[in-house]
C-alpha cells in the first residue's frame, strides 16, 4: 500500500492530518503537482484518470482516490478514535458537517483560487475575474457562518471529528496562499481554528495560514 500524495496541498493534507490522528504510517509517494508529475501520461493511465492527489494504492494494485474516500476506508480498517461518529445522530451530524465544509466552503475556495490567483493563470484557459470576486464574496459568508456556529461549541459537529479536519486544510489553504484571512472580530472561528491546528496532527507540513 502507498498514498501518492502532495503533502502541502489542501486535499491531501486531509488525509495526513485523519492517519496522524489515528497513528497510521502509510508508505508515501510524492507526485509533485507543482511540476505536474500528475497530469503525466503514466500518472494518468495506471494511477488516476482524472490525474489528481490523494490516491491510495491498494495491495492489489487498484487504487481509491478522493480524500474522503480515502479516510473512510481507514475509517472502517481502523474504527478508532471515530472520526467519522459513533451513534447514528454523530454520524449524520459529522456528514452534514463535512458535505458543508467541501460544497460551501473548499467549492469557493478552489474557484477563487483558480480564476483569482496569478500562481494558477498559466494552467486555466481562461480565468475569470467576476467568478473569482463571487466565491471569496461566498468564503466570506462562510466565515461569518461558521463563526456565529462555533458560539457554543469546540468543534463543528460536537466532539473532534472529519469535518474539523476538512475545516482546518481548507481555511488554512484559504487564509494562507489563496489570501482570504478571517477577521480579528471572528473570535469563535480563529479560536476554533487555534485549538485544531494545535493539534499534534497538524503540526507536520503546516502551510502558513492568516487569522484575521
Ligand atoms: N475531491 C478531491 C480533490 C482532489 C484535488 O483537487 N487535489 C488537488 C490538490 S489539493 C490536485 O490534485 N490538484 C492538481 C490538479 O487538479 O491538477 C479530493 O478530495 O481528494
Redesign the pocket.
Known sequence: MKLHT?AT????R?VHVFLAEKGIDVPLEHVD?MK?A??APDYLANVDA?????VLELDDGSHI????A?CRYFEALHPEPPLFGRTPTEQGRIEMWVRRM?LDFMMPV?LAWVHGSPLTAA?MKEQIPAVAEQSRERVRRFYTFLDRELADREFVAGEFSMADIVGLCTLEFASGLNQLPTEPGQRNLNAWFERVSGRPSAAENRPPSRLG
Not at 50 to 54: E, H, Q, S, Y
Open positions: 502532495f496541498a489542501p486535499n491531501p486531509r503537482i505536474r500528475n497530469k482524472t490525474g489528481r492527489v490523494p482516490a478522493e480524500s474522503i480515502i467541501e478552489g494552467v
